[in-house]
C-alpha cells in the first residue's frame, strides 16, 4: 500500500509541499522520486516522521549555482549532520548512493535520525 502524494491526509501534504516548495520543487514529483517505497508503505505519519529528519541536499550547492536550487535532478534526500559537515562542496556520486543506502537502512529499520531510537512504530505494524 504505498500512498500517491493526493492520497496522503492534508497535513501530510501540506507539510510535503512547504519543505519541497521552498526549493521550487512540485511537492507531488519531488515525493514520486524522492522518498523510498519502503517509508510511503509505512503511511502518513511515518512519511512526515521521515521527512523531519531530512534534509533536501543540493548536488550543486545553492551558493554557487542557485538556478538549479529547484532542479529535482540536482537535490537528493540526506541526514542533516551529514549536509551540514559538507558544506558548500559539490556532492559525489558516492555520497549520493550512501544517503541512498542510509534512507533505506532508515526506512527499514525505523531509526531515522540514525540515534539507536525507534522513530516511527509504523513499519512493526
Known sequence: MSLDYYGLPLEQQQYLAQRFG????????AYD????????????????????HKDISHIYPQSQYPHLSGDLNN???EDPYVNAARGDQVVTQDEI?????????????GDFNDNGLLDSWEFLF
Open 33 to 52: 522520486t524522492l522518498l523510498p517505497d519502503t517509508v510511503k508503505n509505512q503511511g502518513p505519519e511515518a512519511i512526515e516522521e521521515f521527512m523531519r
Open 97 to 109: 548512493w550512501a544517503a541512498q543506502q542510509d534512507n533505506l537502512s532508515d526506512a527499514w529499520d
Open 22 to 29: 521552498a526549493y521550487g520543487l512540485d511537492p507531488e514529483l
Open 75 to 77: 537535490v537528493f534526500l
